[in-house]
């Protein structure tokens, strides 16, 4: 009997020891069996249920999308260790300098409540020092941007609202209008910046640095007047902001001028094909382009209208039993005169002569919006 009793004693110890060292995966399997069962622990809308779809995307190493559920588990239970835990090391694996500084204060909460999460740590992070983790029992007070010193510093406080979920930068706010426009703005696209600034200062049109880089992505654009207004309404909150607007601008309009430059559209003049030169004898096959309208497929087509052969001796025949006539020709300037002759008949105002992709092309023109297009394959 006192052996069986040591035998139990002894089996507990070990699965205590186990439960202290691994009671993370014991949490995680036990909520995948409740799913699997149907189990109340992950019904719908449940902690359980937010926390294991946060645990899959983590699984899947999906850290930024597994964040969101682990922290809808903290408003429910704000020193719940596991979600503590699992969302500090979800924000650590995404190497955000910002991130990994708000992960900081989840893991305090999650060794605070269960302390043997530091063995746990210590496996997942073999190179961080868990020592370096401060407990800390008094939050630190709230930064204002009278508190901030710079345009920069005022940026990375909106960043690291953003990475902490803060109300700061929350859905419609200005500080998440304002990050959006530094996006373009660090890009130099300050066309698309000044967009965003304009809509941050219309929603606070005293807000510091909103009015400061959009005086300079409209300066870099060349909107100089309008931009002196929203810098005169930047320098009342930050005077220093003064001494650094020059230089901010020549970067910014040199950064600007490239894009542009960038963007034009380069063409080449298309190849000039002069009138004139050495005619091309044998059977020229005319054509009349038809306009279908603006709406028909398609909106081109040809009509045929006949043919005639063109001959060396300054003859020619219209079809094959048209008739003969006369024509001259100057090379200098590609112009064909019809002499006599079904073509002469015909009255056209004018009738030039060039060579254009291996064919010799003779163009009647009868009138300003009427012409035939006549041309003969080189051999």
């Known amino acids: 009997m006192l052996k069986h009793l040591l035998f139990v004693a002894f089996c507990f110890t070990l699965s205590s020891t186990a439960l202290a060292q691994d009671e993370l995966d014991l949490y995680v399997a036990k909520l995948k069996q409740s799913k699997a069962s149907g189990g109340s622990e992950t019904a719908f809308m449940s902690a359980g249920s937010d926390f294991l779809y946060g645990q899959e995307y983590f699984e899947s190493k999906n850290y930024s999308s597994s964040e969101s559920y682990f922290k809808n588990v903290l408003y429910r239970d704000a020193n719940h260790p596991f979600a503590n835990y699992q969302l500090a090391v979800a924000m650590l694996r995404q190497n955000d300098p910002n991130k990994k500084k708000e992960a900081d204060q989840y893991l305090n909460k999650a060794f605070q409540a269960l302390p043997a999460l530091k063995a746990r740590f210590a496996a997942d992070f073999p190179t961080e020092k868990t020592t370096t983790i401060n407990i800390e029992t008094t939050p630190k007070p709230a930064i204002t941007e009278a508190a901030v010193t710079g345009v920069e510093a005022y940026i990375q406080k909106l960043k690291e609202s953003r990475a902490a979920g803060g109300a700061e930068t929350s859905m419609n706010s200005v500080g998440r209008d304002i990050l959006y426009a530094v996006e373009y703005f660090d890009g130099n696209n300050f ?189």
Not at 209 to 221: D, F, H, K, M, T
Not at 268 to 280: D, H, M, Q, S
Not at 333 to 353: D, E, F, M, N, R
Request: aromatic residues 12%.
């Open 191 to 379: 066309d698309s910046a000044e967009m965003g600034f304009r809509l941050a200062v219309g929603k606070d049109a005293n807000n510091t640095y909103a009015n400061y880089l959009l005086a300079v992505s409209l300066a870099a654009q060349g909107k100089s007047s309008e931009a002196k207004i929203y810098l005169q309404k930047a320098v009342t909150g930050d005077a220093l902001l003064t001494t650094r607007y020059n230089n901010d601008v020549i970067r910014a309009s040199e950064a600007w001028q490239k894009i542009v430059k960038a963007k034009e559209i380069k063409t080449t003049p298309a190849e000039k094909i002069p009138f004139g030169g050495k005619l091309v004898f044998g059977n020229y096959t005319c054509h009349q382009t038809i306009y279908n309208g603006p709406n028909a497929t398609p909106a081109f087509s040809n009509q045929y209208k006949g043919y005639f052969v063109l001959r060396a001796n300054g003859t020619y025949r219209w079809l094959d039993d048209g008739g003969e006539g006369k024509y001259s020709y100057d090379s200098s300037t590609g112009k064909v005169t019809w002499l006599s002759g079904h073509l002469a008949g015909q009255k056209a105002q004018l009738t030039t002569y060039k060579i254009s992709s291996g064919y010799g092309q003779i163009t009647i023109n009868f009138n300003d919006n009427y012409r035939w297009e006549c041309g003969c394959k080189i051999q």
